[in-house]
């Protein structure tokens, strides 16, 4: 197998990877700093027999993506924090009519209009509950252009596997910067494609569950004949409206998509903790900046490592709690307010959790990072 | 020998009737036209995909026996729209009311009809909100009488029509309840056109606009549709004032200039895969 | 004339039928719903069906 190594910049690898995985639509609105993919969409989709459309808003463009899914593309948009507001709604029908959509974010400085050119990682809560109800959703945070690569690849085949709704977190640092990255070969990864039904179309009920929890879905055009209402609906599609019984296994279903599937979904990077004494936990490109503190930590004999949830959401909770256990002390590094530090200090136990925050646009430097370590330990 | 199976039979989905609209309530006789258009024009039933927003005429196509797509309130064009754009083989259509479409979904109709993507909307306007219980819509007629206009309103209405025509929707019409066979035509045409179509649906409600404004029951608003009614050609030659209450019906635009944006996208494809 | 067929179940009664037939040919009984009363009058425009709000009427041919 030959090797292919490129430069590129995060938002360049997220589009590749995302064409590689079988991205067929894309329905986006310009936004910094996520701007770069929708422009490479529409100059590459093309190539490729795909579709781009510049849609009038992001409203628009979720709404898009989510009816050319249903019509059978693997779609996708991007957008930045402004952008993602606008997209709540819609996302929140992906997620209850279970139509597979991802959505590439490069996280800017918040809040409103923030800082549009500046990372930060304020969104975090966000990207969770920006919907409003109770809905399962599926967010990566790769470290590297690199892992952009193939967690792209990876948040297709979570959206085609689970029928959930799978973002991207990326930052304005991650999505524009550049670096040198192995392109993976196809014989290297799997393109997974939706479950498609295989019962006559006459008996075919669009969201009874098989015994997965996931119902096969079928394209519009292919000859089965479905209806799916935002609202609480039942196997049919049909809304149905005072079924207690009903609404409340439909919510559990959805949400069980993701709740019941954790080995598969979850993944995490552990950085030196065999013998660490401290843990520090950060996601994103953060990461990175945290990795150099504990190198340097550790030539000053601190035993510390770090937790790096690859999966945001779900939050890899098991086994951060299984790492808090013989901890003295664990520490979250994040550039907002502190968001992760609720999740962590969920799964802390006893073991205290404290904060290494910086909210100002800038990367979190090792320096500052080791300083605060140092003060707490 | 096999008899033609009644339109009711093969396009509704008799298990979900009786609907759940009000008695007298013009959405169903706009149903009854639109599957007897999608019969006249001999459309793969498997191929046609009806999207909906939200409201009391967004519960239309539950009601069909056609793929459909019951979305968030004013969405559905833009829904339609990534269906139609990913696979053109698809009709799609698009119900709607007044309030979905030109209100909360004014700015997605406007970019529909800029875009002349194949898709056929057809508006039910019944002139306010019936799901929330009738507040005044972007089409209530000034001074009009409504829950959140009750000492009449005050906000201009939009001429849903005109302002297709004028955003660039290459086939516009429009019709009332009381005129069905006008209106199965012009369903029939917008389906069959190449572009973006759009048919207004005048209806009436009689629970909340009808009798918060003394229009008495439903066969007496059909009625009233009748007497209002002026053909288009007619309308053109007469004055703002010999208008005022009147529904202008017929044709709007029919325009063949414009390529559809579908396949303005098929010529992106060749050019883009042919290099540079 | 046309054959009336008439589904009692979906019918609201909102006389839309009756109120706007050409021909005058139904009676209404009192909840509101159409009676087939003169049915040699019938033209079997097929309005009545096309108008039918709530998919209740329908009018076959006659042999």
Request: charged share 20%; net charge negative; aromatic share 8%.
């Amino acid at each position: 197998m030959e090797n292919t190594y490129e430069i590129m910049t995060g938002n360049e690898a997220c589009t590749h990877a995302a064409i590689a995985a079988g991205m067929r639509f894309f329905a986006g609105y310009p936004i910094t700093p996520a701007t770069e993919i929708a422009e490479l969409s529409s100059e590459w989709l093309p190539k490729v027999g795909g579709k781009y459309m510049q849609m009038e808003d992001e409203l628009a463009s979720m709404a898009a993506i989510i009816g050319a899914s249903s019509a059978g593309a693997k779609a996708m948009t991007a957008t930045s924090g402004p952008g993602y507001s606008l997209m709540q709604e819609n996302l929140g029908y992906a997620a209850m009519a279970e139509v597979p959509i991802v959505v590439a974010y490069a996280m800017r400085q918040g809040p409103c209009q923030g800082v549009a050119t500046l990372p930060a990682q304020g969104d975090i809560m966000q990207v969770r509950w920006g919907v409003h109800g109770d809905h399962p959703i599926i967010a990566v945070a790769p470290a590297s252009v690199g892992e952009v690569y193939t967690e792209t690849i990876r948040a297709f085949n979570l959206a085609e596997t689970y029928r959930v709704p799978v973002v991207i977190m990326t930052d304005a640092m991650l999505a524009h910067m550049s670096e040198r990255i192995r392109i993976p070969d196809s014989s290297e990864y799997e393109c997974v494609d939706r479950k498609r039904p295989t019962c006559p179309p006459e008996e075919f009920k669009p969201f009874a569950d098989d015994g997965t929890g996931i119902p096969p879905m079928a394209s519009f055009g292919d000859g089965y004949r479905w209806y799916c209402s935002g609202l609480i609906h039942d196997e049919t599609g049909f809304p149905v409206s005072d079924n207690p019984q009903l609404t409340s296994d439909s919510i559990k279903r959805l949400v069980g998509k993701v709740e019941n599937n954790l080995k598969d979904i979850e993944s995490y990077e552990e950085y030196k903790t065999e013998d660490a004494e401290y843990l520090i936990v950060s996601i994103g490109l953060l990461s990175r900046s945290v990795k150099d503190a504990v190198d340097q930590a550790r030539q000053e004999g601190i035993k510390v490592g770090v937790f790096r949830p690859i999966t945001v959401w779900p939050f890899p909770e098991q086994r951060l709690a299984e790492l808090s256990q013989n901890k003295r002390k664990l520490f979250v590094c994040e550039m907002n307010e502190g968001q992760l530090y609720h999740v962590v200090r969920e799964s802390a136990g006893v073991t205290p959790v404290v904060q290494i925050t910086q909210n100002n646009g800038k990367m979190i430097a090792a320096e500052t990072i080791l300083k605060a370590l140092k003060e707490e330990i | 020998m096999s008899e033609k199976q009644h339109v009711f039979d093969t396009f509704l989905r008799q298990d979900k009737l009786p609907h759940i609209w009000c008695p007298g309530c013009g959405n169903g006789i706009v149903i009854n036209a639109l599957i007897r258009a999608i019969e006249k024009t001999e459309i793969d039933p498997d191929n046609v995909v009806i999207v909906s927003g939200i409201g009391c005429s967004s519960r239309a196509n539950g009601y069909m026996n056609f793929c459909a797509l019951h979305t968030n309130h004013g969405r559905a064009l833009p829904y339609a729209t990534g269906v139609k754009m990913f696979n053109p083989k698809l009709k799609v259509i698009v119900v709607t009311g007044d309030g979905d479409c030109t209100s909360i979904g004014g700015n997605h109709f406007i970019h529909a009809c800029r875009r002349n993507i194949d898709i056929t909307t057809v508006v039910f306007n019944n002139n306010n909100y019936g799901m929330t219980g009738g507040q005044f819509s972007p089409t209530t007629p000034l001074g009009s009488k409504t829950k959140t206009s009750v000492y009449g309103s005050i906000d201009t209405p939009f001429d849903i029509c005109s302002l297709a025509a004028a955003a660039g929707a290459t086939y516009v019409a429009r019709s009332t309840v009381y005129h069905v066979n006008m209106l199965i035509n012009q369903i029939a045409e917008g389906i069959n056109h190449q572009g973006f179509s759009v048919v207004e649906a005048v209806c009436d409600c009689p629970t909340l606009y009808g009798r918060l404004n003394k229009k008495g029951a439903a066969p007496d608003m059909l009625l009233g549709f009748k007497e209002n009614a002026v053909m288009k050609a007619k309308a053109d030659t007469m004055t703002e004032e010999e208008l005022k209450g009147k529904i202008v019906i017929g044709n709007f635009a029919k325009r063949v200039d414009r390529k559809e944006y579908t396949a303005q996208y098929d010529s992106i494809i060749e050019s883009a895969k042919g290099g540079h | 004339m046309g054959k009336f067929e008439f589904n009692e179940k979906l019918c609201k009664a909102c006389g839309i039928c009756a109120v706007l037939c050409p021909k005058q040919v139904y009676d209404r009984d009192e909840e509101g719903k159409p009676i087939f009363a003169r049915p040699e009058d019938c033209i079997d425009c097929k309005l009545c069906e096309l108008r039918c709000p709530d998919f209740a009427i329908r009018m076959g041919e006659n042999e």
